[in-house]
């Protein structure tokens, strides 16, 4: 026989039994493996949540050093940053009101729900599916009514919340 021959004959690709078993595996590996990546939402929004608190927080801890350091001998009754105002309270302790420029002031107004209400600012991932979750995922502000002590920034979210 010619070795010619043999190199015309000879194989050139994948049959297609090969293919489909190729396509079948990677079928078999896809459905075993997207559910646990379509369950990473609610994981991503409460770290998304948990970087709003740290942003929030350090706002609200500059601003206080911003009320410290003030020198003209009168407190300060409002903050301004970037042409955005907030109000401190009315404590005259440093700490900034639960108010929606609080929160464009920590650069969270534009990717988060904000709402202020009854003296708490509450704060919800825009990607939120449902509307029930909002009641969920949420991080709280509240300024203390007391002078002297701190706010709370409140998370108590879990991934399973954020979904």
Do not use: W
């Not at 609610?42 to 740290?54: E, V």
């Not at 009168?74 to 639960?98: I, W």
């Not at 108010?99 to 534009?110: D, H, Q, R, S, V």
């Amino acid at each position: 026989m010619n070795k010619s021959n043999m190199k015309r004959n000879a194989q050139a690709g994948f049959t297609l039994i090969e293919l489909i078993v190729v396509i079948v595996i990677l079928g078999i590996l896809a459905a075993t493996a997207l559910p646990k990546f379509s369950s990473l939402g609610g994981d991503a929004r409460l770290a998304s949540l948990q970087a709003a608190k740290g942003a929030l927080s350090s706002t609200v801890a500059m601003a206080k050093g911003k009320y410290l350091v003030n020198g003209t001998g009168t407190p300060l009754t409002t903050l301004t940053v970037e042409g955005v105002t907030a109000q401190y309270t009315t404590l005259a302790d440093g700490y900034l009101r639960a108010t929606a420029p609080t929160a464009a002031l920590a650069g969270l107004a534009a990717d988060y729900h904000v709402v202020a209400a009854a003296g708490t600012l509450s704060i919800y991932p825009m990607s939120l599916r449902s509307q029930a979750a909002t009641t969920r995922c949420v991080l709280r502000y509240t300024p203390s009514t007391v002078k002297g002590v701190a706010p709370a920034f409140t998370l108590t979210a879990t991934a399973a919340d954020c979904e």
